[in-house]
T-cell receptor
Framework: AQSVTQLGSHVSVSEGALVLLRCNYS??????LFWYVQYPNQGLQLLLK??????LVKGINGFEAEFKKSETSFHLTKPSAHMSDAAEYFC???????????FGSGTKLNVKP | GAGVSQSPSNKVTEKGKDVELRCDPI?????LYWYRQSLGQGLEFLIY????????KSGLPSDRFSAERTGGSVSTLTIQRTQQEDSAVYLC?????FGSGNTIYFGEGSWLTVV
């Protein structure tokens, strides 16, 4: 069975500061990992995903995430937060030939001016 | 279509009434998913379709919930005898193929309020 844990339901950073959103997963087989962002009153948009290959994945809007198998983690980072980054972020996991995506409970990012 | 389309975008219904939520996936996408997002909660998997069949219905909360997909395209999620705890955003998503790390694309959701 798969599961996803996102530490911190709310994270607050100042504009220009580092953004770090944590995601840990459990999976019995190599996973596929995703980060989605949800802006207020909108659906979810893909930020980035890891399937195979390079473990550092770059996504849209300056976000990146690193797959660390030894730590079963896929933390999302951005060097410098922007006000427009305020949203809810969801980590998700699936596996090859498995049709269910498991989502974490989400982390709401607040960016202070 | 260009994206996943859901209707209605907002629905207010009286307790005990039936509701139907519609999802029109991205053209050519064979896999279709329904999720539920309750206030302050994460995403709860309900059901997925591969083509017209639903191999996994384990996420449906009760027998009041059902879903179907016809023609490998449009899907309808039906909630019978709605209860207040059914109030949530119902999100539909689709992908080219299930598994294989393919990205799933979400619609903007149907906001259901049961009063």
């Amino acid at each position: 069975a798969q599961s996803v844990t996102q530490l911190g339901s709310h994270v607050s950073v100042s504009e220009g500061a580092l953004v770090l959103l944590r995601c840990n997963y459990s999976s019995s087989v190599p996973p596929y990992l995703f980060w989605y962002v949800q802006y207020p009153n909108q659906g979810l948009q893909l930020l980035l995903k890891y399937t195979t290959g390079a473990t550092l994945v770059k996504g849209i809007n300056g976000f990146e995430a690193e797959f660390k198998k030894s730590e079963t983690s896929f933390h999302l980072t951005k060097p410098s937060a922007h006000m427009s980054d305020a949203a809810e972020y969801f980590c998700a996991v699936s596996q090859y030939n498995f049709n269910k995506f498991y989502f974490g409970s989400g982390t709401k990012l607040n960016v202070k001016p | 279509g260009a994206g996943v389309s859901q209707s209605p975008s907002n629905k207010v219904t009286e307790k005990g009434k039936d509701v139907e939520l519609r999802c029109d996936p991205i053209s050519g996408h064979t896999a279709l998913y329904w999720y539920r997002q309750s206030l302050g909660q994460g995403l709860e998997f309900l059901i997925y379709f591969q083509g017209n069949s639903a191999p996994d219905k384990s996420g449906l909360p009760s027998d009041r919930f059902s879903a179907e997909r016809t023609g490998g395209s449009v899907s309808t999620l039906t909630i019978q005898r709605t209860q207040q705890e059914d109030s949530a955003v119902y999100l539909c998503a689709s992908s080219f193929d299930f598994g294989s790390g393919n990205t799933i694309y979400f619609g903007e959701g149907s906001w259901l309020t049961v009063v």
